[in-house]
């Protein structure tokens, strides 16, 4: 989101999540939505979507034996072990508890997103209202942490955003963020003579390898502690035998940045995001004498290829059949995940008139076809573009797979929701309903 695929992305004290059963409700007349207990003015940025909505308060990462709370405890066992604190205790402390429903400061300006940065559109995130979004990464908390005096924590939580639909994507899914600050003397404890080192230089100019307030032996100390830490960390999650490998990256909050990919069945999958923090956040955090280095790493993904899962969809099942599969008491066990049978696809197409002003995005369209359709919509896929040769009107054709996870459907309830979804893209999205089949 933040670097290769999008142009797009209440100074309060942290507020935790309530596990409430209703956590949403909407009264259209006063222009409010209750989310998680807290009420919020809803206004014309509003695109959060109820089925969205019913995803708050969930928190598959705090449910014991889920595959992504499986997950979840090896990361943090393994940052227990590999940081111990001084007196016994471990240096890391866990938040897995900070309410997802964050301020636009919060989730860019803190992390110096510029204001014109693509992923702070309408079409990328899901928006309460103009100042109040579903976070879009873990790292929304990160300076306020800091700012509580915080050197060394994980952020694991739910996380929103606006995508395509496939086995992959999901607008719900879960990121382990962590920050780890440094002093001078933490940074060269090893060095015998570190009376010459320093972690900032004045006049410095900002390079590929450095931030122009760093000098280039600090950064060079936390980039090997970053990437020895991230390597470490894909061994102990998929084996010592692991193929690894760094590709430099952007990010507006670290300078500079890496993305680590590991070799799955013949494919670099990138599985984390890092850097070294940009100096000016933690300034403005209050931690003028450290440096930094962070990172975020997506949960889903990760599981997905550990358990062989198949698809992102299941991750959300409350069948027994599935979640009985994690049950097990050591969260180290190898586990791979067994189908329990494979139910067929049913695709059917539709195609429409683009306005010609501009206002159509595909995140739209998902955003419906998922509503209506729930977890029955597999996969959306955009298999044609026309321009009409004399109008120029552009139109577009997707193929809508309907594929259950826990049974067959049938041609008549798909082909019901499948009108349903023509029906409403014409009624609202300012589109022309061409053909539907
Ligand atoms: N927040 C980034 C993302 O969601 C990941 C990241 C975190 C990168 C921290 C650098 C530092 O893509």
Sequence with gaps: MWCTRYAHFCKETLRTCRTASSVANVNKNINELVLLGQKYVTDDWTNITPNVISKLGRNLHVKQYHPLWLLRQRIVDYFYKQFPGKSGTPAFSIHDNICPVVTTSQNFDSLLVPKDHPSRRKSDCYFVNQDTLLRAHATAHQAELISMGLN?????????????VDSTHYPVFHQVDAVRLCTLQEIFHDVNDPAGLKLFEHSGTETADKQGCHTLEAVKMMEQELKSTLIGLAQTVFGKDVQCRWVDQYFPFTHPSWELEILF?????????????????LQKSGAVDRIGWAFGLGLERLAMRLY???????????????????KVDDHNAHIQYKPISIYPPCTNDISFWLPEDGSYFPNDFYDLVREIGGDMVDQIILKDEYVHPQTKRMSHCYSIVYRHMERTLTQREVGEVHRKVARVTDAKLNVTVRIQK
Excluded: A, T
């Excluded at 694991?156 to 995508?163: A, K, L, M, N």
């Excluded at 999958?269 to 850097?275: A, D, K």
């Design 265 to 281: 069945n013949d494919k670099w999958l990138e599985i984390v995001g890092c850097g070294v923090m940009r100096q000016e956040i």
């Design 152 to 164: 060394n924590f994980l952020v694991i939580g739910d996380v929103y955003r606006r995508d395509e």
């Design 308 to 326: 062989s899962i198949p698809n992102i969809r299941l991750f959300w099942s409350e069948d027994i059949s599935f979640l009985n599969q994690f």
